[in-house]
């Protein structure tokens, strides 16, 4: 069964098609990513299948649904969106904010619970923000303000849940601790996840399903050792490429090549820590 599903649905911005009569189907339970390159459509197809964005035709269906006649909260109950580059209003703290996400369940007849108490905790404390609880989210780094985004976006408590590029900014550590933390949902909850990464390789690791967009539509998509290919890497991001197998998790490693620095005689680069 599909969370998500799309039926000839173009996108556009003024006259200019960004996406043509898309046919897509985002797998329930499973971790989908799209890929691609910079400006081909991927945060506009996110934010549509969210309702940030009307469609200039066709259709998106959730929950059995077509978006375009669901209420609002009720998408947010079941959809959360983390977008590119979010904005918060000035002097809003980091708690205020995640606090947001539990607006979908706020009504004059429900006010705050200990769920929402509860929920705003949990999503501060897995992303490591308890201790930035009161400060302004305009004072914080580039890694912390995106790590409170993503705690406002868990605090929704969705089973689907879409994330634009979620490791923006993030220091490696923070980037695999995201990701893995997206994972663990993903498999102990069933939640079905979207993401937009730019990192191939963390984008094989990490999916079940990847969607790769190229010409306004659907180049590619399926398992990622099934589809990575140096060709797709060329077709779809003008790169070239080696596709090697990843050594920690067996899941294809795009080595690209450059003009810069080349292999001198044979080196075992491998290195690793004993902890
Ligand atoms: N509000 C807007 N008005 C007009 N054009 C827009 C608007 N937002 C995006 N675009 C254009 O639509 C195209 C797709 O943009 P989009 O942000 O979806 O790309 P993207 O694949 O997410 O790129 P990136 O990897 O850089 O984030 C781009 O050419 C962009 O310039
Ligand atoms: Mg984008």
Redesign the pocket.
Known sequence: MDAISTKSLTLA?GEEN?IKELDLAIPKGKITVFI?S???????LLRSLARLMKPKNGSIVLDGNDIAHTSTKKIARNLAILP?SPVAPEGLTVLQLVKQGRYPYQNWFQQWSEKDEKAVNDALDVTGMVEFADRKVDSLSGGQRQRAWIAMTLAQDTDIILLDEPTTYLDLTHQIEILDLLYDLNQSEERTIVM?LHDLNLACRYADHIVAIHNKTIYKQGDPDTIITPELVHTVFGLQCQVACDPICGTPLCIPFSKGRHLKGVKQHVKSVNT
């Open positions: 911005y960004i691609g910079n400006g081909c459509g991927k945060s506009t590119q937009v």
